[in-house]
């Protein structure tokens, strides 16, 4: 069986402009929204569009790979209507996010907070499960845990029991955050106990590391989180590794400055007249610096600078020179 890979759906850094661009590198065979938070509001058809413009695309990026909408929030009821609502105004799978460790989220009880109260993960699952259509793939993600792993295998085998067809976990506890490592043991730990597909989560910045967890989770798919952002054709590396292709690692000054611009160019067609296209950009930089000393050269060129006309020169002169 060939690894599928599933492009993680990071708040605030892998929107729909970042989901683009990746899935438009290759290698991906899914990816995942950003959460949109349920509360005690219905949202209407411009907020899901707003979050997961893949909806009025089949739900499909530009190049053509799935995009799931993800959810997150505590009241089974809410998030039940509002799941039936973004399917009626076209979404075909929904995700279930029981991992963001933001604090702003768990104090409004969202995210990982909610792996204290297996029984509420239970129902939460349950009644999605019963609501939404029988076509539409229910799936969920989650941590190790709150403060602790204790919790662990009860709150999988919840998901698994409320019906969810694929459980994918972050291979970390709330209070860990991003901190390394990434227990990969535990995943293999939570696939003995759940009869339910089990997608393996954290820590994957090299092929190598694709590999380790591939291997010490006992997992067949995973998902890429921070590691694709940092280094943006991990994907389509790791899938010619699985194809037994010649493995052809991306130059900074030819592919991934054309990348760059790219990314830049469709910021700035999704907003203009503001910050955005900007501030994306010195985040994905920022974030690359850690890979390419390159990147670290071209973000302290746009570093003050604040006008996208700067910036665009700044791209033409870089890849240029």
Not at 132 to 152: C, F, Q, S, V, W
Not at 174 to 183: C, I, Q, S, W
Not at 204 to 228: K, N, P, Q
């Amino acid at each position: 069986m060939e690894t599928k890979l599933i492009l993680a759906p990071m708040q605030g850094l892998c929107d729909d402009v970042m989901r683009d661009l990746l899935t438009r590198i290759g290698g991906f065979d899914e990816c995942v929204s950003e959460f949109v938070r349920i509360t005690h509001t219905v949202h209407s058809r411009s907020t899901w569009l707003r979050h997961v413009p893949e909806i009025a695309t089949h739900n499909r990026t530009f190049a053509g790979t799935p995009c799931t909408v993800q959810i997150l929030g505590s009241d089974a009821n809410m998030m039940a209507i509002n799941a039936l609502e973004a399917v009626r105004f076209g979404a075909n799978k929904i995700d279930v996010n029981f991992g963001c460790p933001a604090p702003t989220v768990n104090k409004h009880k969202g995210g990982a907070i909610l792996l204290q109260e297996p029984d509420l993960v239970y129902q939460i699952v349950k009644t999605l499960r019963d609501r939404l259509p029988e076509h539409i793939p229910l799936t969920a993600k989650m941590r190790l845990g709150y403060e602790n792993k204790d919790l662990a295998l009860e709150n999988a085998q919840a998901i698994a029991a409320g019906g969810a067809a694929v459980l994918t976990v972050h291979a970390r506890t709330k209070v860990e955050g991003y901190e390394p490592p990434a227990h990969w043991a535990w995943v293999r730990k939570i696939q003995q106990v759940i009869d339910i597909p089990v997608v393996a989560n954290g820590d994957v910045f090299t092929l190598d590391d694709f590999i380790g967890i591939r291997r010490e989770s006992g997992c067949e798919h995973i998902m890429l989180g921070r590691g694709a952002v940092m280094r943006p054709d991990l994907a389509r590396q790791i899938r010619q590794f699985e194809r037994g292709e010649t493995i052809q690692i991306a130059e900074f000054n030819h592919e991934i400055m054309n990348w760059i611009r790219l990314f830049f160019d469709l910021c700035m067609a999704k907003e203009s007249n503001n910050k955005y296209p900007v501030a994306r950009l010195k985040q994905w930089l920022g974030m690359m610096k850690k890979v390419y000393p390159e990147a670290t050269q071209l973000f302290d060129k746009i570093r003050i600078l604040k006008e996208s006309e700067q910036v665009h020169t700044v791209l033409q002169d870089f890849q240029a020179a």
